[in-house]
């Protein structure tokens, strides 16, 4: 295995720390993903990146910061990679998925603060996440009024820190915001890469980013099979990785592993036997290392076969058309794509809700279980709406809400398997 130690150090991580989170992410992934029975060969690429998540792919990132490129990190969807690609810059997620740092992080954010933006502060107080060492540019946006208020703190703590303001409303009014957001949003990558935006790189960031859509697509459908060619887990895993590695590299592995899988629903292969349980996660984003949720369901005779969440299809399965002829054209383009994000934040959000019916059809989904981050505003007041539609439509659906600790593990498990039971009498 290669030593990064001096890679690490050169970054300012806390390398004592960073050892002690790498080693308990190594046992948890191991107990939690190799564990796992009849998984597909290609998910291997994965496990690799995931050996490798803080190491090659941060020397790949550093290499390409010696050769000019602009890293550019950030915490959501509503942030173009195209944008990104166009400049020949590294576009990168960020870490915010574990309990870490958190007493650090609440001598300047109040307790009831959601665990996602909690573990965003206790990473770079902790000195423990090489994703944002490594950036050139960090891009926070106004999504929720608790990232809103806490980019303002994390501002003094990291290089450079851009805020993008979001609508809130799906009218003509929020779309030409979200358009004036990313027009600066070029002007400020063109000012730190020192490269212009053309139509030809933006075409070229556009197919780039599109195949990567592409390609979850692909997995997405083939998870309507019966019995499920891959677990949730797994499937989840590969949205998580999505935001980290190389895109090319990605696309070509996610196609590899979907021939795989196409072939093991021919053949009738499946990680869980035929007629198991089958439930749709709708809900708040599920950043890396957090798999508490997806673990609970699919060791309790269930299998997850698929993702309403920004880590998950709302986050992949609108394309960016790559039509003009002029950056402005292809802006208008990459706006229209992003704007149909329903995020919980877009007030009244139809389509949502709408949206997770048709993934149940098309899914063979038994149920859905909506998942909300403890003092996540807009996902919990939304959750009961979405419940309430759901179950007219016959929909079974539970709700739960949790944060990034283990202590009420056993309590959720308990709930699942009551609600699987629910779904087996259905």
Same mark, same amino acid.
């Given at each position: 295995?290669?030593?990064?130690?001096?890679?690490?150090?050169?970054?300012?991580?806390?390398?004592?720390?960073?050892?002690?989170?790498?080693?308990?992410?190594?046992?948890?992934?191991?107990?939690?993903?190799?564990?796992?029975?009849?998984?597909?060969?290609?998910?291997?690429?994965?496990?690799?990146?995931?050996?490798?998540?803080?190491?090659?792919?941060?020397?790949?990132? !550093?290499?390409?910061?010696?050769?000019?490129?602009?890293?550019?990190? *950030?915490?959501?969807?509503?942030?173009?990679?195209?944008?990104?690609?166009?400049?020949?810059?590294? =576009?990168?997620?960020?870490?915010? /998925?574990?309990?870490?740092?958190?007493?650090?992080?609440?001598?300047?954010?109040?307790?009831?603060?959601?665990?996602?933006?909690? *573990?965003?502060? /206790?990473?770079? $107080?902790?000195? %423990?996440?090489?994703?944002?060492?490594?950036?050139? !540019?960090?891009?926070?946006?106004?999504?929720?009024?608790?990232?809103?208020?806490?980019?303002?703190?994390?501002?003094?703590?990291?290089?450079?820190?851009?805020?993008?303001?979001?609508?809130?409303?799906?009218?003509? +009014?929020?779309?030409?915001?979200?358009?004036?957001?990313?027009?600066?949003?070029?002007?400020?990558?063109?000012?730190?890469?020192?490269?212009?935006? +053309?139509?030809? *790189? %933006?075409?070229?960031?556009?197919?780039?980013?599109?195949?990567? #859509?592409?390609?979850?697509?692909? %997995?997405?459908?083939?998870?309507?099979?019966?019995?499920?060619?891959?677990?949730?887990?797994?499937?989840?895993?590969?949205?998580?990785?999505?935001?980290?590695?190389?895109?090319?590299?990605?696309?070509?592995?996610?196609?590899?592993?979907?021939?795989? $899988?196409?072939? #093991?629903?021919?053949?009738?292969?499946?990680?869980?036997?035929?007629?198991? +349980?089958?439930?749709?996660? @709708? /809900?708040?984003?599920?950043?890396?290392?957090?798999?508490? %949720?997806?673990?609970?369901?699919?060791? *309790?005779?269930? !299998?997850?076969?698929?993702?309403?969440?920004?880590?998950?299809? #709302?986050?992949?399965?609108?394309? +960016?058309?790559?039509?003009?002829?002029?950056?402005?054209?292809?802006?208008?383009?990459?706006?229209?794509?992003?704007?149909?994000?329903?995020?919980?934040?877009?007030?009244?959000?139809?389509?949502?809700?709408?949206?997770?019916?048709?993934?149940?059809?098309?899914?063979?989904?038994?149920?859905?279980?909506?998942?909300?981050?403890?003092?996540?505003?807009?996902?919990?007041?939304?959750?009961?709406?979405?419940?309430?539609?759901?179950?007219? @439509?016959?929909?079974?659906?539970?709700?739960?809400?949790?944060?990034?600790?283990?202590?009420? =593990?056993?309590?959720?498990?308990?709930?699942?398997? =009551?609600?699987?039971?629910?779904?087996?009498?259905?």
């Amino acid at each position: 295995m290669t030593d990064y130690t001096e890679m690490w150090t050169s970054l300012g991580l806390d390398v004592d720390g960073h050892n002690a989170l790498l080693a308990g992410l190594g046992k948890a992934y191991t107990d939690i993903f190799l564990s796992q029975k009849n998984r597909p060969e290609g998910m291997k690429y994965f496990d690799f990146v995931m050996s490798e998540v803080h190491g090659l792919r941060i020397k790949e990132i !550093v290499d390409a910061k010696a050769q000019g490129r602009t890293v550019i990190g *950030s915490y959501c969807v509503f942030v173009p990679e195209e944008l990104v690609l166009a400049v020949d810059g590294v =576009a990168v997620g960020l870490c915010a /998925g574990a309990e870490l740092g958190f007493e650090a992080a609440e001598a300047l954010l109040p307790r009831n603060t959601c665990s996602l933006i909690k *573990s965003m502060f /206790g990473f770079k $107080l902790g000195k %423990l996440c090489p994703y944002v060492e490594s950036c050139d !540019v960090i891009v926070g946006e106004n999504t929720c009024d608790g990232k809103k208020k806490a980019y303002e703190i994390f501002r003094p703590l990291v290089k450079d820190l851009y805020v993008m303001d979001l609508p809130q409303t799906k009218s003509e +009014t929020g779309r030409q915001l979200l358009k004036e957001e990313y027009r600066k949003f070029i002007a400020k990558l063109e000012k730190e890469s020192g490269k212009k935006v +053309t139509v030809q *790189s %933006l075409k070229k960031g556009i197919e780039i980013v599109n195949a990567k #859509r592409k390609a979850m697509i692909r %997995l997405a459908a083939i998870r309507a099979a019966d019995p499920a060619p891959i677990s949730g887990l797994d499937a989840l895993l590969i949205n998580q990785v999505f935001f980290h590695d190389d895109p090319a590299r990605f696309t070509d592995s996610v196609n590899k592993l979907c021939d795989e $899988l196409e072939e #093991r629903v021919k053949n009738h292969k499946g990680v869980f036997p035929k007629g198991t +349980t089958r439930v749709i996660v @709708s /809900g708040c984003p599920m950043a890396v290392p957090n798999w508490k %949720l997806p673990l609970l369901i699919e060791t *309790s005779n269930a !299998v997850i076969v698929g993702e309403e969440s920004c880590v998950g299809e #709302r986050g992949t399965r609108w394309l +960016t058309e790559s039509k003009g002829n002029t950056v402005e054209e292809l802006l208008d383009a990459i706006t229209d794509r992003y704007f149909n994000v329903d995020c919980a934040v877009f007030t009244p959000n139809p389509s949502r809700v709408n949206y997770v019916k048709e993934m149940t059809k098309k899914l063979h989904a038994d149920g859905v279980i909506h998942y909300s981050l403890q003092f996540c505003q807009p996902y919990i007041i939304e959750s009961g709406p979405v419940e309430k539609e759901l179950e007219k @439509s016959h929909i079974p659906t539970l709700r739960l809400e949790t944060d990034y600790s283990q202590e009420d =593990a056993g309590q959720l498990k308990t709930r699942i398997e =009551a609600f699987n039971e629910r779904l087996k009498r259905k």
